[in-house]
């Protein structure tokens, strides 16, 4: 799941749960990219489910919850990971 959104009034200790998780990988965690501000984000997690984007939704908003952050989603996008193709060098 990517999550993107802008965050409401950080406070410091938010600001560094957020520093602290910053990165572009997709963990059950999650991770977040912001801008020099940390005012916008993208929050990536992955989320096992069994094929129900409602479900993916859910988990993907109970992560982000967890950093008890305030913020406001801008959008939210399912990825498939099964549906990734890595393209290897041949060489």
Request: contains cysteine.
């Amino acid at each position: 799941m990517t999550i993107r959104g802008k965050f409401n009034g950080l406070d410091e200790k938010g600001r560094a749960a957020v520093l602290a998780a910053s990165g572009a990988a997709y963990t059950e965690a999650g991770t977040f990219t912001h801008d020099a501000t940390v005012s916008v984000f993208t929050f990536r997690c992955q989320v096992p489910v069994d094929g129900d984007e409602d479900d993916a939704g859910l988990g993907a908003m109970a992560a982000l919850e967890a950093y008890q952050v305030p913020y406001e989603i801008l959008k939210l996008a399912v990825t498939d990971l099964r549906d990734i193709k890595i393209r290897r060098k041949s060489g």
